[in-house]
């Protein structure tokens, strides 16, 4: 589950900026394999499908990377109500 905290971080602030990218492929294919050897050595079930939810958290990442890259986000602006400006 490592990439977790960074799938609910990359959500929060609406951004991939500063992931490497190489980094999120290596996580991915390294639970696609360990996610493959489970199935074909028929590993109990528990350890199938936490390695396909990992492999869900992976690609998901990677649609940020996509999302986020093609479609930034505009930042939140911090104005002033102009009634408590002139009230100061």
């Known amino acids: 589950m490592l990439g977790t905290p960074q799938l609910y971080c ?3 602030n609406k951004s991939t ?3 490497s990218i190489k980094m999120v ?3 991915t ?3 696609t394999f360990k996610t493959g050897y489970f199935l074909l050595t028929q590993a109990p079930m528990q350890f199938w499908i936490c390695g396909l939810l990992q ?3 992976d690609f998901t990442i990677l649609f940020q990377v996509y999302y986020y890259g093609r479609y930034p986000q505009k930042p939140i602006s ?3 109500h102009t ?3 002139k009230a100061l």
């Open 10 to 12: 990359n959500y929060q």
């Open 17 to 19: 900026e500063g992931m």
């Open 25 to 27: 492929l290596m996580w």
């Open 29 to 31: 294919s390294g639970d």
């Open 55 to 57: 492999v869900a958290v």
């Open 78 to 80: 911090h104005t002033t």
């Open 83 to 85: 009634t408590i400006a």
